[in-house]
């Protein structure tokens, strides 16, 4: 089945920009590229991490455009495509240049906090509007709306495209009761570098990372070391990267994850407004931890 392909580890690719603020396609082919070398599971485009909000719509599909060309198939591609009306989601997916694409990725209706029923509706009009397997994206921290478990496995049931949730909630009881009543095919993704661990040990498939920007091999490799039930190699993995991932939150995402790959060398330190980047206090951090991860 399709949705088989969103096991393991994938990445929420960041954009990575110029000193001025334009989008630095060179950095980001050497990002695709290190991916692909380093066997990530699949690439995650337009997400939070990316700072879609920040991108026109040009930038947008042209990043799309030219990520999926240099993929050139050699893993799966996940595009985020969400937003708070749903009509002009909808619409937007004939647009969006899926031909290349294996699934959606599309977060909860953020700002204006539809019901249960009203968030149904909202991926109900999706499902039916495209025949690409879609995630559901529960990110409460973000959108001020929690998909509830129930509503989760009502999709799951009524939709045979609606594979996944990435689940951001942090709300382990949540977690695990989507896990129980959901078919069994049906995926749930941490969207938690440090949850998950214990996700993957209540019976997640994986993570849609943003540390595995930065690690994408050794992160990998806890994955698939839990997948595989040696959660004692895995814990050690998971222990040897948590200062790191406390790092990354610390100033926001993806403010964290940008400085990490600035310091390795990989891109510039740069951000689009509102965000910034990550406090010299922060940076001092995370050098020193880069150091002992050396």
Do not use: W
């Given at each position: 089945?399709?949705?088989?392909?969103?096991?393991?580890?994938?990445?929420?690719?960041?954009?990575?920009?110029?000193?001025?603020?334009?989008?630095?396609?060179?950095?980001?082919?050497?990002?695709?590229?290190?991916?692909?070398?380093?066997?990530?599971?699949?690439?995650?485009?337009?997400?939070?991490?990316?700072?879609?909000?920040?991108?026109?719509?040009?930038?947008?599909?042209?990043?799309?455009?030219?990520?999926?060309?240099?993929?050139?198939?050699?893993?799966?591609?996940?595009?985020?495509?969400?937003?708070?009306?749903?009509?002009?989601?909808?619409?937007?997916?004939?647009?969006?240049?899926?031909?290349?694409?294996?699934?959606?990725?599309?977060?909860?209706?953020?700002?204006?906090?539809?019901?249960?029923?009203?968030?149904?509706?909202?991926?109900?009009?999706?499902?039916?509007?495209?025949?690409?397997?879609?995630?559901?994206?529960?990110?409460?921290?973000?959108?001020?709306?929690?998909?509830?478990?129930?509503?989760?496995?009502?999709?799951?049931?009524?939709?045979?495209?609606?594979?996944?949730?990435?689940?951001?909630?942090?709300?382990?009881?949540?977690?695990?009761?989507?896990?129980?009543?959901?078919?069994?095919?049906?995926?749930?993704?941490?969207?938690?570098?440090?949850?998950?661990?214990?996700?993957?040990?209540?019976?997640?498939v994986g993570v849609i990372s943003v540390l595995g920007n930065a690690f994408p091999r050794e992160f990998r490799q806890?994955?698939?070391?839990?997948?595989?039930?040696?959660?004692?190699?895995?814990?050690?993995?998971?222990?040897?990267?948590?200062p790191l991932m406390h790092q990354l939150t610390v100033d926001g995402n993806p403010a964290g994850i940008k400085g990490?790959?600035?310091?390795?060398?990989?891109?510039?330190?740069?951000?689009?407004?509102?965000?910034?980047?990550?406090?010299?206090?922060?940076?001092?951090?995370?050098?020193?931890?880069?150091?002992?991860?050396?």
């Amino acid at each position: 089945m399709l949705n088989h392909q969103f096991t393991g580890m994938g990445v929420a690719l960041i954009t990575p920009f110029t000193r001025d603020g334009a989008v630095s396609f060179d950095a980001l082919e050497r990002l695709v590229e290190r991916h692909i070398t380093s066997q990530t599971d699949y690439l995650v485009l337009c997400g939070t991490t990316a700072e879609t909000p920040t991108l026109s719509e040009t930038e947008r599909q042209t990043i799309v455009s030219f990520v999926t060309d240099r993929v050139a198939g050699r893993l799966p591609v996940v595009l985020g495509i969400g937003g708070n009306d749903t009509r002009h989601v909808v619409e937007s997916l004939p647009a969006a240049g899926l031909s290349a694409i294996s699934a959606i990725l599309s977060v909860a209706p953020y700002y204006n906090k539809p019901s249960q029923e009203g968030l149904y509706r909202h991926y109900k009009a999706i499902a039916e509007a495209t025949s690409l397997p879609i995630i559901l994206y529960n990110i409460p921290g973000r959108t001020g709306v929690t998909i509830a478990a129930s509503t989760v496995v009502r999709l799951a049931e009524d939709f045979e495209n609606i594979v996944a949730v990435k689940e951001a909630s942090g709300n382990l009881a949540q977690i695990n009761e989507i896990l129980q009543h959901a078919p069994e095919s049906f995926q749930v993704i941490s969207g938690d570098d440090a949850l998950t661990l214990p996700m993957l040990a209540l019976g997640a498939v994986g993570v849609i990372s943003v540390l595995g920007n930065a690690f994408p091999r050794e992160f990998r490799q806890m994955v698939h070391l839990a997948l595989q039930g040696d959660f004692s190699a895995a814990r050690a993995i998971h222990r040897r990267f948590s200062p790191l991932m406390h790092q990354l939150t610390v100033d926001g995402n993806p403010a964290g994850i940008k400085g990490t790959l600035s310091e390795m060398g990989l891109i510039e330190n740069s951000l689009r407004l509102p965000l910034l980047p990550a406090s010299l206090q922060t940076m001092a951090n995370i050098r020193q931890i880069l150091e002992t991860l050396r």
